[in-house]
């Protein structure tokens, strides 16, 4: 069933059922009495199908996803690594899965040791005091954290800064985050390996500057080595630091961002901590700040009676509140179940692996792919695509062709600083059989645009749909039912 | 090899600049065009707005990536090329002839800071 390509929709018969609801026997419920201008005039539009197909419908689309679960997925910053198993044991537990946020925290003191254990287990891996639990996801931490920041300015009645340095270099979340937050982006170049070019940033630290992102290592994958002297600098002016934890994998149990002088970081527990990562995840995105900050992290939060008893506190100096309750809870029990199941001894080899996997690669590739910056790289690299460039096979064409061998395309055309980058990032969690094979493709896919370029400039061949229309994807797309019709018509 | 025609003057952001009297119609390279791949928006200043030399006046964004667009000159601008709004992709089929902008340019002077077609060329191959 490869080819199965049906909506529900189009599935649907009128007047099939897949259900049979009892007769009625409690009225309507006040339900009659709701006013004529809340009710819809017209009835929705909703597949009417039978169970066997929906169960079939969904099962079909299933088996057409790529995931971790099926093949490697070496897409650079996005750190997918397996998800272990047992982490969805731990969160289906029912005594976990069947608490209320509204009940009384007499009753939910298992639920909210968890959340405090977790948040101290990452204070320790992050080198920092304290951490909220309570963001969703990635980019809301970095909203949150850079919250913390301006709340930290603020409650000093230092109202002139205003201002967030972001490397050029910098994931695309960061100069988004520091304007929905309302500061006021300034980029700092950097050096042709991706560090930061301290005497470009020397002349904008003023008392403008609220402070500086960086993720370390850096985009190309590359450690910062004068972060300690950054850090100083930023200090100094009055600044703080915040760390993007989107690279935090290979640094994991051996290198920690407070010690570096970070003030305040994020974590991707959907990346680092091995929880499940795209398609809706959920994610969770954790944020620490060193003691002076605590004060200001988001409501609610979890604290620990001096008699053991957890409690839900609300904090005056907060921030506010920037979640529902305390975040997504499911996800923070399976990166509690991670860490646990590594232990102390284990996470410290999380970095060493995913940086061995990586080099591994790097090493083995460059002699048919463009490696622009030397050297060992952390856990991540980014090769300037194919090294023999008059073949006219692009970045794009190689990520479709992986398809066709089953592999899912690295990242392409990020970081900026290359005109044809490919970000390969092969996680701890692969055997080397699976990078030899990774690496067999790539040499292959190199031969093929040397000998028969065309075959790699129309790829994927093999795949349910071949090369998609991006133009009009981005320019005019077709997002549900109605638009479809409409546009068949 | 992309192409660059020689009368006109270049930034090193890849805009090219065309001035006759005071008027100086702006847009991107074929350089650029071609790095950014198929354009699927071009966002453009509004007329009357102020640009000033070296200040990003709107964006391009491709299936690739999101580009800020630098003005090379100062001015008022006079005049934006609608088609444009509808057909970004116009962009891509000839860079030199599908201009961005129109500026009153308000120190033509300006206009010497930039790169010739040679010394543009130049950047080009790096």
């Given at each position: 069933?490869?080819?199965?390509?049906?909506?529900?929709?189009?599935?649907?018969?009128?007047?099939?059922?897949?259900?049979?609801?009892?007769?009625?026997?409690?009225g309507t419920n006040g339900l009659s009495a709701i006013p004529d201008t809340l009710l819809r005039e017209t009835p929705a539009d909703l597949p009417e199908v039978s169970e066997l197909e929906v169960v079939r419908h969904f099962t079909n689309l299933s088996s057409k996803n790529f995931g971790v679960d099926t093949g490697f997925y070496p897409?650079?910053?996005?750190?997918?690594?397996?998800?272990?198993?047992?982490?969805?044991?731990?969160?289906?537990?029912?005594?976990?899965?069947?608490?209320?946020?509204?009940?009384?925290?007499?009753?939910?003191?298992?639920?909210?040791?968890l959340y405090w254990n977790l948040q101290k287990m990452l204070s320790n891996i992050a080198g920092l005091a304290e951490f909220t639990l309570n963001p969703y996801a990635g980019a809301h931490g970095e909203l949150t954290g850079l919250m913390v920041m301006r709340q930290y300015h603020i409650s000093r009645g230092d109202h002139k800064r205003t201002k967030v340095i972001v490397p050029n270099s910098a994931h695309g979340t960061n100069p988004a985050s520091a304007m929905v937050a309302g500061l006021e982006v300034i980029e700092v170049k950097s050096k042709p390996n991706g560090s930061i070019d301290v005497e470009d940033l020397k002349p904008l630290l003023d008392d403008t500057i609220a402070g500086i992102m960086m993720t370390n290592p850096n985009t190309l994958g590359m450690?910062?080595?004068?972060?300690?002297?950054?850090?100083?600098?930023?200090?100094?002016?009055?600044?703080?630091?915040?760390?993007?934890?989107?690279?935090?994998?290979?640094?994991?149990?051996?290198?920690?961002?407070?010690?570096?002088?970070?003030?305040?970081?994020?974590?991707?527990?959907?990346?680092?901590?091995?929880?499940?990562?795209?398609?809706?995840?959920?994610?969770?995105?954790?944020?620490?700040?060193?003691?002076?900050?605590?004060?200001?992290?988001?409501?609610?939060?979890?604290?620990?009676?001096?008699?053991?008893?957890?409690?839900?506190?609300?904090?005056?100096?907060?921030l506010g509140n920037i979640s529902t309750f305390l975040g997504n809870f499911g996800v923070m029990m399976k990166a509690y179940a991670y860490i646990?199941?590594?232990?102390?001894?284990?996470?410290?080899?999380?970095?060493?692996?995913?940086?061995?996997?990586a080099n591994y690669i790097k090493e083995s590739l460059k002699d048919d792919y463009l490696l622009p910056i030397e050297g060992v790289c952390k856990h991540e690299f980014v090769f300037d695509g194919l090294k023999d460039k008059s073949t006219g096979v692009t970045t794009l064409n190689v990520a479709k062709r992986l398809l066709d061998y089953g592999f899912h395309a690295p990242t392409i055309y990020f970081p900026l600083l290359f005109?044809?980058?490919?970000?390969?990032?092969?996680?701890?969690?692969?055997?080397?059989?699976?990078?030899?094979?990774?690496?067999?493709?790539?040499?292959?896919?190199a031969k093929e645009a040397r000998e028969t370029p065309d075959e790699v400039i129309n790829a994927p061949l093999t795949t349910i749909v071949r090369k998609l229309d991006e133009t009009t994807a981005a320019k005019n797309p077709i997002l549900n039912y109605k638009a479809l019709k409409a546009n068949k018509k | 090899m992309?192409?660059?025609?020689?009368?006109?003057?270049?930034?090193?952001?890849?805009?090219?600049?065309?001035?006759?009297?005071?008027?100086?119609?702006?847009?991107?390279?074929?350089?650029?065009?071609?790095?950014?791949?198929?354009?699927?928006?071009?966002?453009?200043?509004?007329?009357?707005?102020?640009?000033?030399?070296?200040?990003?006046?709107?964006?391009?964004?491709?299936?690739?990536?999101?580009s800020d667009l630098i003005s090379p000159v100062s001015g008022e601008v006079i005049e934006i090329n609608e088609a444009l709004e509808d057909e970004p992709e116009l962009v891509n089929q000839d860079p030199y002839s599908n201009w961005i902008m129109k500026v009153k340019v308000s120190d033509a002077s300006e206009i010497d800071s930039l790169l010739d077609a040679a010394a543009y060329a130049k950047i080009c191959e790096e």
């Open positions: 069933m490869k080819t199965y390509d049906k909506l529900i929709f189009e599935l649907s018969k009128p007047g099939r059922k897949g259900y049979s609801l009892p007769k009625n026997g409690y897409l650079g910053s996005c750190t997918m690594k397996y998800n272990p198993k047992i982490n969805e044991e731990i969160a289906a537990l029912p005594a976990f899965n069947n608490i209320h946020p509204l009940q009384d925290a007499e009753t939910a003191q298992g639920s909210l040791e450690f910062e080595t004068e972060i300690l002297d950054i850090a100083k600098l930023v200090h100094e002016a009055g600044g703080l630091l915040y760390y993007d934890g989107a690279n935090l994998n290979p640094l994991l149990g051996k290198v920690r961002p407070g010690d570096m002088g970070f003030d305040i970081m994020h974590i991707n527990l959907h990346k680092t901590f091995s929880t499940p990562h795209g398609g809706g995840g959920p994610g969770s995105g954790p944020v620490g700040v060193a003691s002076h900050l605590v004060k200001y992290l988001p409501n609610p939060r979890v604290k620990k009676n001096v008699d053991g008893k957890f409690y839900v506190d609300f904090g005056e100096d907060s646990l199941t590594l232990g102390k001894e284990n996470i410290k080899n999380v970095g060493p692996l995913a940086t061995l996997n005109h044809e980058s490919m970000m390969i990032e092969p996680t701890e969690t692969e055997s080397k059989d699976t990078l030899d094979e990774f690496i067999d493709v790539m040499h292959k896919v | 992309s192409k660059i025609l020689e009368d006109l003057r270049y930034a090193d952001s890849h805009e090219w600049v065309k001035l006759e009297g005071d008027i100086a119609t702006i847009g991107i390279s074929d350089y650029a065009q071609h790095a950014l791949g198929n354009i699927v928006y071009v966002d453009m200043p509004e007329v009357g707005d102020e640009v000033s030399q070296g200040e990003d006046f709107g964006a391009v964004e491709s299936v690739k990536a999101a």
